[in-house]
């Protein structure tokens, strides 16, 4: 034993079986350690997936300017599942589309599949509206006036609405043929308070109203307007008496007594303040009047409170001079 350990050929092979003893030690630890990594790898990828659900935009291929569809959703939930950068990027972006192919449909009502266009093969999705029901009609554009409406029950009492001023005088109202062809008046739909004392002045949207005055599917361009709707305190008109006063520069030792062919005036004004008047006041100017003479005299209304307009602005007086 002691020669067989003495000898070279033992030594060689005592240090072979040394060094396969080593390498298969180090090599076990290398394939522990990458299976870990692997375990841990995949564990990472798994737990690295996302899902998201979307909201987004439905889109339709179809000839607009021939055909107007009506009955579709404006935006279809799309979730989507698949690593959780790449989910990220998609719901950030928004970089594909969801469309449904109406090009060959004929006039009508049809089921029509909803597509996703642009993911990327990474990702998986599912829809929660796979078939959309849709109509398909005729398109007409057709002009029409505007008018205002509201509530004219919330104007208080003793008070009146003037003529509402729109913004636009007219929109485009775009639809389906038999749709358009229901429009019986087009609104701009005024918000208002009760017992209204001043004036509005507002955005109003606008609507297209059929005969029963329900609201029409049609598109109108402009959609909104602005309104102006005058309030003011409720007038009404009344005949009243002239009552003709000298004024001006009068002679100490002459008299004026007046005449006209004109007995009454209409005024026009709050009800109150024509309550109120029994005849109006009609300044003569008798400055530098000698004699006997007939002029035309300006009749206002500035002195009297509530008091609008009155007709005639003017009238003829005869203007008799005494000497006392």
């Known amino acids: ?33 990458t299976s870990s990594i692997l375990t841990s790898s995949n564990s990472t990828t798994t737990n690295s997936n996302r899902t998201v659900s979307i909201s987004a935009p439905l889109e339709l291929n179809v000839n607009s300017t021939k055909y107007f569809v009506t009955g579709y959703p404006e935006n279809i939930k799309v979730k989507i599942t698949g690593p959780a950068a790449l989910v990220t990027t998609t719901a950030n972006t928004q970089n594909f589309k969801v469309y449904a192919n109406l090009s060959g449909l004929s006039v009508g009502k049809h089921s ?91 955005q109003a949207m606008i609507e297209a109203l059929d005969a029963n005055g329900q609201t029409l599917n049609v598109v109108l361009t402009p959609s909104t307007t602005s309104v102006y709707i005058p309030i003011k305190q409720a007038t009404s008109k009344k005949k009243v008496a002239v009552d003709l006063k000298a004024s001006g520069k009068t002679e100490a030792d002459t008299s004026y007594s007046f005449s006209t062919d004109t007995k009454s005036v209409t005024v ?52 008799t001079v005494k000497s006392n």
């Open 1 to 33: 034993m002691k020669k067989f350990m003495n000898s070279n050929w033992s030594l060689r092979l005592l240090a072979l079986l040394c060094a396969l003893a080593l390498f298969a030690y180090v090599n076990s630890n290398k394939l522990s350690h």
């Open 112 to 202: 029509v599949k909803v597509q996703v266009d642009g993911l990327n093969k990474e990702l998986s999705y599912s829809l929660n509206q796979k078939y959309i029901h849709i109509n398909i009609q005729p398109r007409r554009t057709a002009n029409y006036k505007v008018s205002a409406d509201f509530n004219q029950t919330n104007v208080a009492s003793g008070y009146e609405v003037g003529t509402p001023r729109l913004g636009t005088s007219s929109v485009k109202v775009t639809g389906a043929v038999n749709e358009v062809s229901k429009v019986a008046k087009v609104v701009a739909v005024v918000n208002t308070d009760k017992n209204l004392t001043k004036s509005v002045n507002q």
């Open 268 to 319: 026009t004004g709050t009800k109150a303040a024509l309550a109120k008047l029994s005849k109006l006041p009609v300044d003569v100017d008798v400055t530098n009047v000698t004699k006997s003479t007939t002029k035309t005299v300006d009749v206002s209304t500035n002195d009297e409170d509530g008091v609008a307009s009155v007709s005639p602005t003017s009238i003829k007086v005869k203007i």
